[in-house]
């Protein structure tokens, strides 16, 4: 199953099953996304909006908030197996996301179990710049039909 | 700079309202303009008993505390330019929907030292909230890591 092509929110368990995936490509990004992400989620951290802050701490400029991209992987997440389904969500920040950059969310079911009547899915998630490099590394267990 | 004598210090309670407006501001932010994650009518039509919240919902806590983001920061002694956000996990216990009203208690879980890739030497802090709704039931934990570069 490919998330984009889910055209409604799933409010119940769908089914998976191991080795099924998420692919889904997010951007170009621009500096008005950062500035809409800090409207939204109140983190106005000046290195993600200010490029003479982000320039004299020695960046070449602003990039996104980790939290944007998370996100973004997280609304990916939600429309694949269900918002309400998700049990756990773990992600680690391994790069940057700059101006113009293109993202690719990728997720896998690595293996589902059976515990009583319960199936939990384990999920292993990516966001990638068009570089091929990573940003997030992320897991998350979520309960399947 | 970051000193060790924070490990368990708390971070004072805040209470946030998970309101129509921003929740339609985030799931916009993030690309996704789907009305379910706002409007009560199109949830329902979705088959959902509320609206539904993207799971990084909580972060619309920075709204409400001084300072937001930046105020948490300099709650516990970080320089602004050099912190950065390496790692966030969530448990979700009970659903978190339009119309919530969230408390979160904080506290510094842990504060070490370690060496960076390009040999400079880092701190990392890490932050753990318990998120209640307002009926008393833990809706969400979740643990932050924050990295603060050497200079």
Same mark, same amino acid.
């Given at each position: 199953?490919?998330?984009?092509?889910?055209?409604?929110?799933?409010?119940?368990?769908?089914?998976?099953?191991?080795?099924?995936?998420?692919?889904?490509?997010?951007?170009?990004?621009?500096?008005?996304?950062?500035?809409?992400?800090?409207?939204?989620?109140?983190?106005?951290?000046?290195?993600?909006?200010?490029?003479?802050?982000?320039?004299?701490?020695?960046?070449?400029?602003?990039?996104?908030?980790?939290?944007?991209?998370?996100?973004?992987?997280?609304?990916?997440?939600?429309?694949?197996?269900?918002?309400?389904?998700?049990?756990?969500?773990?992600?680690?920040?391994?790069?940057?996301?700059?101006?113009?950059?293109?993202?690719?969310?990728?997720?896998?079911?690595?293996?589902?179990?059976?515990?009583?009547?319960?199936?939990?899915?384990?999920?292993?998630?990516?966001?990638?710049?068009?570089?091929?490099?990573?940003?997030?590394?992320?897991?998350?267990?979520?309960?399947?039909? | 700079?970051?000193?060790?004598?924070?490990?368990?210090?708390?971070?004072?309670?805040?209470?946030?309202?998970?309101?129509?407006?921003?929740?339609?501001?985030?799931?916009?932010?993030?690309?996704?303009?789907?009305?379910?994650?706002?409007?009560?009518?199109?949830?329902?039509?979705?088959?959902?008993?509320?609206?539904?919240?993207?799971?990084?919902?909580?972060?619309?806590?920075?709204?409400?505390?001084?300072?937001?983001?930046?105020?948490?920061?300099?709650?516990?002694?970080?320089? =602004?330019?050099?912190?950065?956000?390496?790692?966030?996990?969530?448990?979700?216990?009970?659903? +978190? !929907?339009?119309? /919530?009203? @969230?408390?979160?208690?904080?506290?510094?879980?842990?504060?070490?030292?370690?060496?960076?890739?390009?040999?400079?030497?880092?701190? =990392?802090?890490?932050?753990?909230?318990?998120?209640?709704?307002?009926?008393?039931?833990?809706? +969400? !934990?979740?643990? /932050?890591? @924050?990295?603060?570069?050497?200079?």
């Amino acid at each position: 199953m490919n998330a984009t092509d889910t055209a409604v929110l799933p409010a119940t368990p769908v089914t998976l099953a191991e080795g099924d995936e998420l692919s889904a490509s997010v951007g170009p990004l621009t500096r008005t996304d950062f500035v809409r992400y800090a409207g939204a989620s109140g983190d106005f951290h000046p290195l993600h909006h200010d490029e003479v802050y982000a320039r004299a701490a020695g960046l070449p400029g602003v990039f996104g908030m980790g939290m944007l991209h998370a996100g973004m992987l997280g609304v990916h997440l939600a429309r694949w197996v269900g918002p309400e389904n998700i049990r756990d969500f773990s992600i680690r920040f391994t790069g940057q996301v700059w101006p113009g950059d293109e993202l690719a969310i990728t997720g896998r079911v690595e293996r589902v179990e059976t515990v009583g009547r319960v199936r939990t899915a384990h999920l292993a998630l990516a966001v990638a710049r068009q570089t091929g490099d990573d940003v997030i590394r992320a897991t998350a267990t979520a309960v399947v039909a | 700079m970051i000193d060790q004598s924070i490990v368990g210090k708390e971070i004072p309670p805040i209470s946030f309202p998970i309101d129509r407006s921003k929740l339609a501001e985030l799931s916009k932010s993030f690309g996704d303009g789907d009305p379910v994650w706002w409007d009560p009518a199109a949830a329902r039509a979705a088959g959902f008993e509320g609206v539904p919240t993207p799971p990084t919902v909580t972060v619309l806590i920075n709204h409400w505390r001084d300072g937001g983001v930046t105020g948490l920061m300099e709650s516990i002694g970080a320089d =602004l330019a050099r912190v950065l956000h390496g790692e966030a996990t969530w448990e979700f216990l009970i659903p +978190v !929907r339009c119309g /919530d009203e @969230l408390t979160a208690r904080q506290f510094v879980a842990d504060v070490s030292q370690r060496q960076g890739k390009r040999g400079g030497a880092m701190t =990392l802090v890490k932050i753990d909230t318990e998120y209640t709704n307002q009926r008393g039931e833990l809706a +969400v !934990r979740r643990t /932050d890591t @924050l990295i603060e570069r050497e200079v």
